[in-house]
């Protein structure tokens, strides 16, 4: 493929990242799918499935978009129910949170900047 362009597939480009397709950590860095600028993620996770640490401190803007099913997210400062397609949640650099798939749920995951 041509390094200003490429086509791919999610479910195989993330696998070996925990589903993370954009982002400073892809290989080889010269590829248009890695940058410093934002994280992109394909989240795919069965019911029940749960962080089960929460992620503090971290300096990043992030969005969760409900591709399909039910996804909980436990946030510092409340809780956010995505049950409908198209549902999402933003929050802020330092806010803390966790989540959970009600049900098998299909996510995407944006966070900038994208950094180490």
């Known amino acids: 493929m041509d390094s200003m362009w490429y086509q791919g597939n999610a479910n195989e480009d993330g696998k070996r990242t925990?589903?993370?397709?954009?982002?400073?950590f892809i290989e080889p860095p010269e590829a248009?799918?890695?940058t410093?600028?934002?994280?992109?993620?394909?989240?795919?996770?069965?019911?029940g499935e749960k962080r089960p640490e929460w992620t503090v401190?971290?300096?990043?803007?992030?969005?969760?978009?409900?591709?399909?099913?039910?996804?909980?997210i436990d946030l510092t400062h409340?809780?956010?129910?995505?049950?409908?397609?198209?549902?999402?949640v933003m929050w802020a650099p330092g806010t803390d949170h966790s989540w959970e798939a009600v049900s098998d749920s299909v996510?995407?995951?944006v966070r900038w900047p994208s950094s180490p």
């Open 18 to 24: 925990r589903g993370w397709l954009v982002g400073h």
């Open 32 to 34: 248009i799918r890695s």
């Open 36 to 47: 410093n600028d934002v994280e992109v993620k394909w989240g795919i996770h069965p019911a």
């Open 57 to 72: 401190s971290d300096f990043r803007t992030t969005l969760v978009l409900l591709v399909r099913g039910h996804f909980r």
């Open 78 to 88: 409340g809780s956010a129910t995505l049950a409908q397609e198209g549902d999402y």
């Open 107 to 109: 996510v995407i995951t």
